[in-house]
């Protein structure tokens, strides 16, 4: 069956995903003597797939899951740099293993080596929200202002807001304390850092807890193989939990359904009523044509600029009103209709008005 190549190589040990892809990216795979490339898939039953020249074999490839109680003055990194101790070195293996949840050079603690890189992947990556419990000695008795502070989220030196954690204090006296610790991310000395920006020196840093793993009664500096529970519980929960900030915060701008349409009701009504009053017009039982005319043009103006409504006045005010009479015509409420020796039916009155009107003009 054809897999990713990535998904294989994190499988025979040679890291996460994330690494497996950078040795492909590299050239460092080749599939049948081929360099693979990027998403490249294959069966591990049936190719033969080598990696910087050395063939893996699944078959033969066993994963292990140790837990190991870091003492201090021992580094997290599988790596030696110089003459200092490394996790790796208290382990009585050849093989290839990476730890997972490092610690600093001076914490101590729970760590889990394992070369199955999947699990890895997702025991570590940020977006999963894994778990982690400490227990934290500080050089000081806190106050409930500076637990609040630090139960809320603290802003580093470098602008980023850490995200909210349990903290509770187990043990204390006048001039020091034992706090347990729950946190869902892992930044560089995040411990460390948050407790010298709110006051309180820490003096000891021991990790007990990694998802569902214990530490328990493990002495420091040596390990134990994990049981074959404690690795069905690993895997069963590594890509179901997620953080607080992706499962309980409201996407910015976004509101949920039932407050929209509540919001949406008010500002529908209020606009309704506000429409209304701007185009509410009183007609009068006798309809004058020019009456109505004039009504409707000042509560239009009225409704937009909030003033009283304009008058006519200046130049050629007298050829408006003059027009306005000639195109709206005589009333109807008298009932007489207009003799056929009369222009366009238009009484003698209206017909003075336009003349006077057309007199201004050329005079103009």
Request: glycine fraction near 10%.
């Amino acid at each position: 069956m054809e897999e990713r190549l990535q998904k294989i190589l994190a499988r025979a040990g040679y890291g996460s995903r994330r690494r497996c892809e950078e040795l492909i990216q590299y050239g460092q795979v080749k599939v049948n003597g081929i360099v693979a490339h990027l998403g490249a898939k294959a069966d591990a039953g049936q190719d033969a797939i080598m990696v910087d020249g050395k063939k893996i074999k699944l078959d033969e490839f066993r994963l292990r899951y140790v837990a190991l109680n870091k003492p201090k003055n021992v580094l997290s990194d599988c790596d030696s740099f110089g003459e200092r101790k490394t996790v790796h070195d208290l382990i009585e293996t050849d093989e290839h293993m990476f730890a997972v949840g490092r610690l600093d050079f001076d914490s101590e603690g729970l760590i889990l080596m394992t070369n199955d890189g999947d699990l890895a992947n997702k025991l570590t990556h940020p977006r999963y929200g894994h778990e982690k419990e400490y227990h934290v000695k500080v050089n000081k008795r806190p106050d409930e202002k500076q637990l609040s502070v630090w139960r809320r989220g603290v802003v580093m030196e470098d602008g980023y807001r850490t995200m909210p954690a349990i903290v509770q204090v187990t043990k204390s006296d006048k001039n020091s304390a034992w706090l347990k610790v729950i946190l869902r991310e892992g930044r560089k000395r995040q411990i460390r850092e948050i407790g010298q920006l709110i006051g309180l020196p820490v003096a000891r840093i021991i990790r007990v807890r990694i998802g569902t793993l214990q530490l328990g009664l493990l002495k420091p500096g040596t390990w134990r193989n994990l049981s074959d529970k404690e690795i069905h519980n690993l895997k069963s929960t590594a890509g179901s939990l997620r953080s607080d900030k992706k499962q309980n915060e409201t996407p910015r701008g976004k509101r949920t359904r039932g407050s929209w349409s509540k919001d949406t009701k008010k500002t529908s009504a209020s606009r309704r009523e506000k429409y209304s009053a701007m185009r509410a017009v009183d007609v009068p039982e006798t309809v004058d044509g020019i009456e109505t005319t004039e009504k409707k043009t000042s509560r239009r103006t009225t409704s937009r600029t909030g003033n009283k409504p304009r008058t006519s006045q200046g130049r050629g005010s007298g050829n408006r009103s003059g027009n306005s009479s000639n195109r709206q015509g005589p009333s109807r409420s008298s009932g007489s209709k207009p003799g056929r020796g009369s222009s366009q039916g238009k009484p003698s009155s209206a017909r003075g008005t336009s003349k006077s009107s057309s007199s201004q003009r050329r005079e103009r």
